[in-house]
C-alpha cells in the first residue's frame, strides 16, 4: 500500500488529466474545470506549507476528483 507521499503527486497528476478533459469539453465543462483548478491549488498550497491535516484534506478532496 503506498503512503501519502508517494500518492499526493501522482492524484495531482491524475487531476489535471480530468482537468483536461473537462477543458475540452468547452463551455460545459467550464463549472467542473473550476472547481477541479480549486482543488489543484489548495493541494499545491497544501504541499507547500507541510501542515499535514491540509495535506490529507487536499489528498481527499482530490481523490473525489471525476
Known amino acids: 500500500m503506498a503512503s501519502v507521499g508517494e500518492d499526493f503527486p501522482k492524484e495531482q497528476a491524475r487531476c489535471r488529466e480530468v482537468l483536461q478533459q473537462y477543458k475540452e469539453l468547452g463551455p460545459a ?23 499535514i491535516v491540509r ?3 487536499a489528498y481527499k478532496a482530490m481523490q473525489g476528483v471525476e
Not at 467542473?32 to 498550497?45: F, N, P, Q, S, Y
Open 29 to 51: 465543462g467550464v463549472l467542473g474545470g473550476m472547481m477541479i483548478e480549486a482543488t489543484l491549488r489548495e493541494a499545491d498550497e497544501a504541499m507547500a506549507s507541510g501542515d
Open 55 to 57: 495535506i490529507l484534506q
